[in-house]
């Protein structure tokens, strides 16, 4: 196969994959690596879709940021460890991040804890056993713990009210 053809070949292939979502250049060139694409052709289209817009580590980290917060109602940490598991540096990493802010982050923990009582049919007061679950649950899902003891303190109050 000629180059050029072989270096079309690869920059289709990661089209076809950016048609379902956003990707990292890591996973761009993992997906290609696997089809068998030699490292020329690999860093050739990389290359030439980073050029022109198509993969960007940076836009990718805040969509992804925006997607788990939002969509998934995960903590910093656990949205952290994807984005370095897809080959984002911490710098990156870190810039994305802070864009989140404290208080987005506590309103991704107040609605997963009120979607993991809603699912398990659990009424604040919280017991201390359904406590030390959505504690569990909100640790899971990347939150800090004093992060997760300020929003579960509300669920433990007998005036439930103010959670509502």
């Not at 952290?80 to 982050?105: C, F, M, N, P, Y």
Request: glycine letters at 8%.
């Amino acid at each position: 196969m000629g180059q050029a053809k072989a270096r079309e070949g690869a920059v289709q292939c990661v089209l076809r994959l950016l048609a379902y979502r956003q990707r990292s250049v890591k996973e761009a060139q993992e997906k290609l690596e696997s089809k068998g694409f030699s490292p020329e052709e690999i860093r050739t289209a990389i290359d030439h879709l980073s050029r022109l817009g198509y993969l960007n580590d940076e836009k990718f980290a805040h969509a992804l940021v925006e997607s788990r917060s939002t969509g998934r109602r995960w903590g910093i940490r656990k949205i952290a460890a994807e984005l370095i598991s897809k080959g984002i540096d911490a710098d990156t990493v870190r810039q994305a991040l802070s864009g989140l802010g404290h208080a987005a982050e506590a309103a991704a923990g107040r609605e997963a804890v009120k979607k993991w009582l809603k699912e398990r049919g659990v009424r604040p007061p919280l017991s201390s056993k359904d406590f030390e679950r959505a504690m569990r649950h909100l640790l899971t899902r990347g939150f800090q713990a004093s992060l997760a003891l300020d929003i579960l303190s509300a669920y433990r109050k007998a005036d439930t009210d103010e959670v509502q």
